[in-house]
């Protein structure tokens, strides 16, 4: 698995690796100033700096990276429940309005402000202390912090799409790659966004689109660019982390010609640190073009998911190009019976008619 | 800031250990306890009595109610508190997750209310 990271690296064009950098947050703690700024601080300013956040403006000019910062880990504090951390880090951090995240996800504006005030209120009561945490907390609240943003594009990736969380979400992602620029992980994951953002248009529309059959053209080059630079930026920092290896992929999938092999040690790689069904069907799926669809299949029996409609959809395309079309329908069919979509039940309802031995079956119920 | 580190855990589980793995127990949060009062966190704290030694008490209607035991049945019961001084939510978190009954049970991390106006409604 080293193989393909060594394999990334020089893939990319690289300027020649810089010496190790030290971390970040010793580079800020160094800051004397900052440091007496933060000692200086009474509960009432702090509050008076969450108000402040409330009426946050695009960008504020006059604060300190190191305030943006320790506003973020404020509002993904483990303290605060999931939905809170993502509400608050769109209107302190985003500066959205409450109505604006309620529309985002598709909740009553009422809900969504209660949310809110009850998410400060437990920042104040609580002591959820206003800050960079300490170098020892760091990872857990840097993952935390992460994760939060995935979550809000996630929620925007949808379905359905919400083209304004991507936005923020990438938007924030940004924020925190500028704000920990030798945090690899926050740099794989601008990447990674920037990445899936780029194909945004090509999703658009009632039908899914397979990636296969994309339009090139309506992807966004810019953000491939932007995505591309920040992944190289992250892997020559030498420690490599499940974001990074998503933009990979998802770097590798932009390419004309998937490097199907190195996609496949990739998603083992991944699977390694992250191992869950999702990540070794793709990884199946990913051998399955690289060593051909016996190989793959061997990969798909090993997986436990019998309710996963995706399982059963990958497994009868690789039976189709097998020309096992009796199995490849049958899979198909259970396929259909579990997708939770009317994108995916068309799209399933097609690949199902289009088997030579479809017509004599009877169809299946939507 | 006050919190108030609140221990449950299982009694059920406790009457199933080894009078050593007890013992282990018992060192294990008096070395706990010893290094949180010498630190000059400790405000209090104290072991309570099995919840079977509970009594709860309710006035409705006038009348006094007296019963038997806890007055929920849970999974976990309380078995213990500390209450601590530090500077932040941080600080407290860090203490709880050090109190031995963290590994078995479940410490509730409770801030203590200094101006009344604060409490949620």
Known sequence: ?366 | MQYMLLINSSEEGWATLTDEQRNEMHAAYGAFTEEIRAKGVMVGGDQLAASSDATTVRIRDGETLVTDGPFAETKEQLGGYYLIEVESLDDAIEWAARIPGARYGVIEVRPVVTQPAEVAG
């Not at chain 1, 000692?39 to 402040?52: G, I, P, Q």
């Not at chain 1, 946050?56 to 305030?67: C, G, I, K, Q, S």
């Not at chain 1, 992807?219 to 420690?239: K, M, N, Q, S």
């Open chain 1, 1 to 366: 698995m080293q193989d393909a990271f060594a394999a990334a690296l020089e893939r990319w064009p690289r300027a020649g690796i810089p010496s190790r950098p030290g971390a970040w947050i010793q580079t800020v703690a160094r800051n004397a100033a900052i440091d007496r700024i933060r000692r200086a601080r009474t509960l009432e300013r702090k509050s008076e700096l969450l108000a402040r956040a409330e009426a946050a403006e695009e960008e504020d000019v006059d604060t300190l990276p190191d305030e943006r910062l320790a506003l973020i880990f404020t509002c993904c504090h483990p303290a605060l429940a999931t939905d809170a951390q993502v509400a608050l880090t769109l209107q302190a951090v985003g500066g959205l309005t409450a109505a604006e995240v309620a529309r985002a996800f598709l909740v009553p504006e009422a809900t969504m402000a209660q949310r809110l005030v009850r998410a400060k209120r437990k920042i104040r009561t609580a002591g959820i202390p206003f800050r960079v945490p300490p170098d020892h907390l760091l990872p857990d609240r840097t993952t935390a912090a992460l994760a939060t943003v995935y979550l809000i594009f996630n929620a925007g990736y949808g379905p359905p799409v919400r083209d304004e969380l991507c936005d923020e979400a990438v938007r924030l992602g940004r924020l925190l790659a500028v704000l920990m620029p030798d945090e690899p992980e926050a740099l794989g994951l601008a990447a990674l966004m920037l990445l899936h953002d780029a194909r945004r248009e090509a999703r658009r529309g009632e039908a899914l689109v397979l990636l296969e059959d994309q339009d090139h053209a309506l992807w966004d080059p810019a953000r491939i660019e932007e995505g591309r630079r920040l992944l190289d930026r992250a892997l020559r920092l030498r420690r490599p982390g499940a974001y990074q290896l998503q933009a990979a992929i998802a770097s590798l999938h932009l390419e004309d010609e998937t490097d199907w092999p190195q996609v496949a040690a990739l998603y083992g790689e991944l699977a390694a640190r992250q191992p869950s069904p999702v990540v070794e069907l793709n990884r199946a799926v990913a051998v399955a073009m690289a060593d051909g669809p016996d190989a793959g299949l061997a990969l798909l029996d090993r997986i436990d998911l019998p309710r996963y409609h995706l399982l059963h959809a990958a497994r009868a395309d690789l039976l189709r190009r097998l020309g096992r079309d009796a199995e490849a329908a049958a899979e198909y069919e259970v396929a259909l019976a579990l997708a939770p979509t009317s994108q995916e039940r068309a799209f399933l309802t097609e690949r199902l008619r289009s088997l030579p031995c479809a017509n004599s079956r009877p169809a299946a119920a939507p």
